[in-house]
């Protein structure tokens, strides 16, 4: 309408009455506009008002202008529409007014709108986990562990939430605050306490011309070093240095734990390498052998010591002569051991010879549980006697530092030849894919990691298949193993200089230590290679409330029929 009236003024400068009349219904039909303009405006928030007649009977008196309405409206009229337009904020007509301190820019309102998206998904995701939870009397949560796992899972979605929520107005890596009052990296889960104060210990203090030889048969390196562990009790028991086995004769244990380090801890010398014992044994010297003068067998069934002819022909060919036959004080089987007390060890195993060799010890069920608390039964002031040597330690380090970091989850899943050992139990301990990554995923819900380690000898078709399943509120948790050696990496050069490189039990042993440092660990339940890294964390104070065994307390829901 201004345009057409524009027009019109340039085409003719006379007006007739039925265009004088026109103008007049235009010029109050405008007034009408603005004054409502006006009022809706002043109803928003007080904002200056312009009187249009007002304004035009100023200008006249004070220019002594004698202007037709028409004139009037072709000048005055877009002067008052661009007065309007500057002087209204239409945004409180067509837009909800959002505070200036919320959305800063163009960036941080597409910010704001992500997180607002991300807390809807996570606030109907804990909606439907609190529905189920109410739809699940405590009669049917079999243990206070299902109540306190299914309410540590809505407080992680609840500060999922929160950090979704606030995310926009962050300026840095800050997280939500609040109390971690006992709790570190890993979530909901508390570090235990092992209470160090309270441990049982005897004083390993050896004569120095008695020895015991160990003898560890049974099983894998994990076996072995376990084994290991209780000759050292075996030994303080009865007096005597240990003999480290020859690597002839059993694993490199040189490679793997640091054997100068056990005599460090107890400020004596308790332990010695079968090297040094060759050059230090007296009868060596006399008649060019060691001598063993007792071989005690811990166990008489299903064969005396778990030794057989070619054991000894190993041992025979490290020249080493064993005085008399194999004996065993008791009866003892393998398959059922009776709990011993230290006091029979020490009556039945008591000896004035001068170098006893007892096996096998793996088996062996004496005083549980001082054996089995943290730091071991042996007064010492380290952490833990049996642990891995300082490079595999140092590039444990390296590997988490570059890979993983702080927070992270450690999985020591088994699955080479454990689908036939599992399935001789009941229930089985293995686990089909879909169910153990349902298991995993659960766990990593309430630890808020952001990696998990992956220690396991499964196919790659079998941990592809488990890495496409875990997914936690849209996104992949990543699983990490060691790589192969890369030259540009720098983290394994330790092992590459000394000659460690590739020596499968390096490896295993560095396995253990990446999964004994992480923040929460799971196990494969039966393996012994699961209860070294636990005793390890044990030890090392990094065991976790919520370090478990795969699955634990559930069965597979499908399990393969017996041969």
């Known amino acids: 309408m201004v345009k057409d009236s524009s027009s019109a003024s340039s085409s003719s400068s006379l007006s007739s009455p ?16 603005i004054d409502q303009f006006r009022v809706s405006d002043a ?41 309007i337009y500057l002087s209204t904020d239409f945004s409180n007509y067509f837009s909800v007014k959002v505070p200036d301190s919320v959305f800063r820019s163009n960036t941080l309102t597409g910010r704001a709108h992500e997180s607002d998206l991300q807390a809807l998904y996570l606030l109907r995701k804990q909606e439907s986990d609190l529905f189920s939870i109410w739809n699940h009397t405590l009669s049917n949560l079999s243990t206070i562990e299902d109540v306190k796992s299914a309410v540590f899972r809505q407080i992680s979605l609840n500060r999922q939430i929160q950090n979704a929520l606030l995310s926009p107005h962050k300026t840095g890596n800050v997280e939500i605050g609040g109390s971690s009052d006992g709790y570190f990296a890993g979530g909901s889960c508390r570090r235990v306490d092992q209470k160090l104060n309270g441990r049982k210990t005897i004083q390993w203090q050896p004569r120095p011309d008695k020895f015991l030889f160990a003898i560890c048969l049974s099983g894998q390196m994990s076996n072995h070093l376990i084994c290991l562990e209780k000759h050292m009790f075996f030994a303080a028991l009865l007096k005597r240095v240990l003999v480290i086995p020859s690597h002839r004769f059993d694993y490199h244990y040189s490679r793997i734990i640091d054997i100068d380090r056990i005599n460090t801890c107890l400020g004596r010398n308790v332990v010695v390498s079968f090297e040094e014992f060759w050059k230090k044994d007296k009868n060596r010297k006399k008649h060019h052998h060691v001598h063993i003068n007792r071989f005690i067998c811990y166990f008489s069934k299903p064969e005396p010591c778990y030794v ?38 020490e009556t039945n195993f008591r000896s004035d010879d001068d170098v006893i060799a007892i096996g096998d010890v793996f088996y062996a069920n004496v005083e549980r549980e001082w054996v089995m608390q943290p730091g071991g ?18 590039t444990a380090q390296r590997f988490i530092q570059t890979f993983l970091g702080k927070n992270y989850i450690a999985l020591h899943f088994r699955r080479h030849g454990f689908l036939k050992f599992c399935n001789a139990k009941n229930p089985s301990c293995f686990y ?20 998990m380690y992956l220690s396991t000898d499964a196919a ?14 849209g996104k992949t948790v990543p699983l990490v193993k060691r790589p192969a050696r890369d030259s540009a990496e720098k983290w394994d050069a330790l092992l590459y200089r000394h000659g460690l490189e590739g020596n499968s ?36 104070g990094t065991a976790s409330e919520c370090d478990e065994y795969l699955c634990a307390n559930e069965q597979p829901n499908f399990v393969a029929d017996h041969e």
Do not use: Y
Request: aromatic share 4%.
């Open 18 to 33: 039925d265009e004088e009349s026109d103008l007049q219904n235009l010029l109050e039909e405008s007034d009408s506009q």
């Open 43 to 83: 109803a928003a928030e007080q904002r200056p008002t312009f009187a249009v007649e007002s304004l035009r009977s100023r200008l006249r008196r004070n220019f002594k202008l004698n202007l037709t309405k028409k004139q009037s409206i072709v000048i005055f009229l877009p002067i008052v529409i661009i007065l």
């Open 308 to 345: 057989d002819k070619e054991h000894i022909t190993k041992l025979k060919a490290l020249g080493i002569t064993i005085g008399g036959k194999l004996d065993t004080p008791w009866e003892e089987d393998i398959a059922s051991p009776s709990n011993k007390t230290a006091e029979e060890v």
């Open 377 to 394: 039964p042996i007064a010492h002031k380290c952490r833990t006697l049996i642990e891995p040597n300082r490079l595999i330690l140092l």
């Open 432 to 451: 089909p894919i879909p169910q153990a990554a349902n298991c995993i995923t659960r766990l990593i819900e309430k630890v808020e990691a952001p990696v």
């Open 460 to 473: 790659e078709s079998e941990t592809g298949l488990l890495q496409s399943l875990l997914i936690l509120n």
């Open 505 to 540: 039990q390096v490896e295993a042993m560095l396995d253990k230590t990446i999964c004994a440092m992480s923040s929460v660990f799971i196990g494969a339940s039966g393996s012994t290679f699961t209860e070294d890294i636990l005793r390890l964390r044990k030890d090392w």
